[in-house]
């Protein structure tokens, strides 16, 4: 049986730039229950292509996807279904990842009858309580998505996604449309729901100041590489790359930078065709000889940190961080 993907999430699938498939090249990625890995890049950078390859609704070329160290693929058919189901998705638009037709009661229980529940008492008991983890009265199970407003409906898209039993949700761009205020609300609820559930989140967004709040390790993509990761705290205090350093002297605090694209100095690149060298060496204001040329290794530097850029090469990650320009 496959799990119901609502309709945006087909669309997410079939809007997927199939050119951009060096996405998430040398990625190793590893996100623990309890814990919120943030995915920040722009458009084209492959953010959205990491999600889907966790949600195995894209293949992924070389490499794996494994959960607690099983793949779907090599498991048994209950157990893969299994872990199916432990992955689940919460996306950018509420307003088209619901059916306006049905009840957002019906739309969480069809998720739980996909899952097995047989007995509609329990379907209903069920939906009442995800409905009030999600901060609603257990009555609006009859309304419409059309009754509630957009911050409203991503908390009946989390309360469907919760609704599989996940272990890890892949939340893409999910507060991108809601007003600032709303946004804090939502990310609120996030972050609720994971203490109470210990879920693991792959948090994707174009927005710094959102990870600056909620993730634990950032992983940041340019046109389909890992140009620095590690974690939230080293990264925010003091950001190696410099693409990291541009974007979130972009982004001061939650909400007031919408679109990193614009924030960025330079246009950029055509993600099919990157340029040589440091992909980012175009919009650069460290330019060298070197970048033009030859393609950075990620390398460790202080903090746990690790960038993809020839100013940090040959450092180590000794207690005396390298001098930034
Ligand atoms: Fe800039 Fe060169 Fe570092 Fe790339 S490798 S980020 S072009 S300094
Ligand atoms: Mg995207």
Redesign the pocket.
């Given at each position: 049986k496959h799990y119901p993907f609502p309709r945006s999430v087909r669309q997410w699938v079939g809007n997927a730039p199939a050119r951009v498939l060096r996405a998430v090249d040398d990625v190793d990625l590893t996100v623990e229950s309890g814990r919120t890995l943030g995915v920040v890049g722009e458009t084209g950078s492959g953010k959205s292509t990491l999600g889907r390859l966790l949600l195995r609704l894209e293949r992924p070329t070389s490499g794996q996807v494994l959960i607690d160290g099983s793949s779907p693929d090599t498991a048994g058919a209950a157990r893969a279904h299994q872990l199916r189901r432990d992955v689940q998705v919460v996306l950018q638009d509420p307003y088209t990842s619901l059916n306006p037709y049905l009840t957002i009661g019906s739309a969480i229980e069809e998720v739980l009858t996909v899952g097995g529940m047989t007995s509609r008492e329990e379907r209903r008991a069920r939906v009442a309580e995800l409905l009030e983890q999600v901060g609603f009265p257990a009555a609006w199970s009859e309304r419409k998505p059309g009754q509630l407003s957009g911050g409203g409906r991503q908390r009946v898209s989390i309360a469907r996604a919760l609704a599989a039993g996940p272990r890890l949700i892949v939340a893409d761009e999910p507060v991108s449309a809601l007003d600032v205020s709303v946004q804090a609300q939502v990310l609120n609820l996030f972050q609720r729901l994971q203490r109470e559930l210990d879920l693991a989140y792959v948090f994707i967004t174009h927005d710094l100041a959102v990870l600056e709040r909620i993730a634990d390790r950032v992983v940041v993509l340019y046109l389909g590489r890992v140009v620095e990761t590690g974690p939230a705290d080293a990264l925010f205090a003091g950001p190696a790359?410099?693409?990291t350093q541009a974007l979130l002297n972009a982004a001061p605090a939650l909400g007031r930078s919408r679109s990193t694209s614009s924030a960025v100095a330079g246009e950029l690149p055509d993600p099919a065709s990157p340029p040589a060298g440091?992909t980012?060496?175009t919009r650069?204001p460290?330019?060298?000889d070197v970048?033009r040329t030859t393609r950075?290794r990620l390398t460790p530097i202080a903090g746990g940190l690790q960038a993809a850029?020839?100013?940090h090469e040959g450092s180590t990650p000794d207690p005396d961080p390298p001098a930034t320009p």
């Open positions: 790359h410099p693409y440091c980012f060496h650069c460290f330019v060298m970048c950075p850029c020839h100013l």
